[in-house]
C-alpha cells in the first residue's frame, strides 16, 4: 500500500528534524570528528534506531489509518489509557518522554559538548520516543570520542 499525503508529510518533517540534528552537529563527522571514527557502540545505537524509527512509524501509519477521522496528539494520547496495561506503560511513555528525556538531553547534551541537543525532544515527537534515544546515544558517543580527541581545540 502506497504511503498518504499525510503519511509523507510526517516523514519529511520527521527526516528533517534527524538533518537539522546533524547540520548542527556537523563538526562531528568532518576533519577532526572524523579522525575519532565510528565505535561498535555508535553502529548498534544506529541500528537500533533505524529499527525504532521503521517499527514506529508502521505502528503509527496503521494508526493514522484506522483512526483517519480522530487522529491527533489527545486522541493518540487517549488511546494509552484504554486499559490499565496500557495505561502503565502510557503513564512511563509521556512522563519518560515529555519530562526525563528533555532533560537528559539537554543537560547532558549541554555538558558534553553536543549543539542544539534540546531538538532531540523535538525530533523524537515526529519520529519515535527510541529513535531519538538511540540517535541522542550515539551522537553523545561521538562527541565524548571527539571531546577526547580534541581536547584543547575549538570547533
Given at each position: 500500500?502506497?504511503?498518504?499525503?499525510?503519511?509523507?508529510?510526517?516523514?519529511?518533517?520527521?527526516?528533517?528534524?534527524?538533518?537539522?540534528?546533524?547540520?548542527?552537529?556537523a563538526?562531528?563527522?568532518?576533519?577532526?570528528?572524523?579522525?575519532?571514527?565510528?565505535?561498535?557502540?555508535?553502529?548498534?545505537?544506529?541500528?537500533?534506531?533505524?529499527?525504532?524509527?521503521?517499527?514506529?512509524?508502521?505502528?503509527?501509519?496503521?494508526?493514522?489509518?484506522?483512526?483517519?477521522?480522530?487522529?491527533?496528539?489527545?486522541?493518540?494520547?487517549?488511546?494509552?489509557?484504554?486499559?490499565?496495561?496500557?495505561?502503565?506503560g502510557?503513564?512511563?511513555?509521556?512522563?519518560?518522554?515529555?519530562?526525563?528525556?528533555?532533560?537528559?538531553?539537554?543537560?547532558?547534551?549541554?555538558?558534553?559538548?553536543?549543539?542544539?541537543?534540546?531538538?532531540?525532544?523535538?525530533?523524537?515527537?515526529?519520529?519515535?520516543?527510541?529513535?531519538?534515544?538511540?540517535?541522542?546515544?550515539a551522537?553523545?558517543?561521538?562527541?565524548?570520542?571527539?571531546?577526547?580527541?580534541?581536547?584543547?581545540?575549538?570547533?
Open positions: 500500500m502506497p504511503f498518504t499525503g499525510l503519511e509523507l508529510f510526517y516523514m519529511a518533517i520527521g527526516l528533517l528534524s534527524v538533518a537539522l540534528i546533524y547540520v548542527c552537529n563538526h562531528l563527522y568532518r576533519s577532526a570528528g572524523a579522525s575519532v571514527g565510528t565505535s561498535g557502540l555508535e553502529v548498534i545505537y544506529y541500528v537500533i534506531a533505524l529499527a525504532a524509527l521503521v517499527i514506529g512509524w508502521y505502528f503509527n501509519f496503521a494508526y493514522f489509518r484506522e483512526y483517519a477521522a480522530e487522529i491527533g496528539w489527545w486522541h493518540w494520547t487517549k488511546l494509552l489509557f484504554v486499559n490499565p496495561a496500557s495505561a502503565s502510557g503513564q512511563d511513555l509521556i512522563i519518560a518522554n515529555l519530562i526525563l528525556f528533555p532533560m537528559w538531553t539537554i543537560i547532558e547534551g549541554r555538558r558534553s559538548g553536543l549543539r542544539h541537543s534540546w531538538m532531540y525532544f523535538v525530533m523524537s515527537l515526529l519520529t519515535s520516543y527510541a529513535f531519538g534515544i538511540a540517535l541522542f546515544l551522537m553523545h558517543d561521538r562527541q565524548l570520542r571527539w571531546n577526547k580527541a580534541n581536547s584543547g581545540a575549538i570547533s
